[in-house]
């Protein structure tokens, strides 16, 4: 089997453990669907070619995105989870890509649902689907904000008291913790 065989068999295999839980009540009515095209490879398909920096200079709400790089911070408000990023330009296959001219522009990823905090650290590298929703303030700069579909994890290996566990693919929300 080659890598891309690979690839798409964990990814398969991601898909199917994170949907025999089902769908968090909290979550169901806010997520818009994933199209079952998305399924097999969840970062494909017809984007629009605007970096972040250049939508956060321009209107250009409603435009179907794939940006994606390195988390800089989590933050959780109102039932969203919301990742503010630095860009990276991405593959063909949408990971972040370092090398080839990333120019460090910022936007920011929001989803309904939880995400923890452990798991999109800062530095892991993420890549999101999602449409154009507006802008954000950071530290008195404009960023572009997207409304993510799907919040795809490329590093995640968490040390735990018994072995590693490490997941990569596309991450479904979990439902908020209880507030003490």
């Avoid at 998305?38 to 494909?44: G, Q, Y």
């Avoid at 794939?66 to 503010?84: A, V």
């Avoid at 795809?152 to 490490?166: E, N, R, V």
């Amino acid at each position: 089997m080659d890598v891309r065989g690979l690839v798409l068999v964990v990814c398969v295999l991601g898909l199917a453990s994170c949907a025999s839980g089902g769908p968090s009540p909290s979550h169901t009515d806010a997520v818009a669907p994933i199209p079952a095209s998305w399924a097999a490879d969840p970062l494909r398909g017809d984007f629009d070619p605007i970096t972040p920096g250049e939508a956060a200079r321009a209107d250009r709400q409603g435009v179907m995105v794939r940006w994606g790089g390195g988390i800089e911070r989590l933050t959780f408000e109102g039932g969203r989870s919301c990742f503010t990023m630095r860009a990276a330009r991405l593959s063909p296959g949408g990971r972040p890509d370092w090398g080839r001219d990333s120019n460090g522009e910022r936007f920011v990823a929001c989803r309904a649902g939880f995400y923890d905090a452990r798991r999109f650290a800062p530095f892991r590298e993420v890549s999101f689907v999602g449409r154009i929703d507006g802008h954000a303030q950071l530290d008195g700069e404009r960023v572009a904000r997207i409304e993510a579909r799907v919040v795809y994890l490329f590093s995640d290996c968490l040390d735990t008291a018994i072995d590693p566990q490490c997941a990569y693919g596309p991450v479904e929300p979990a439902a908020a913790p209880s507030e003490p």
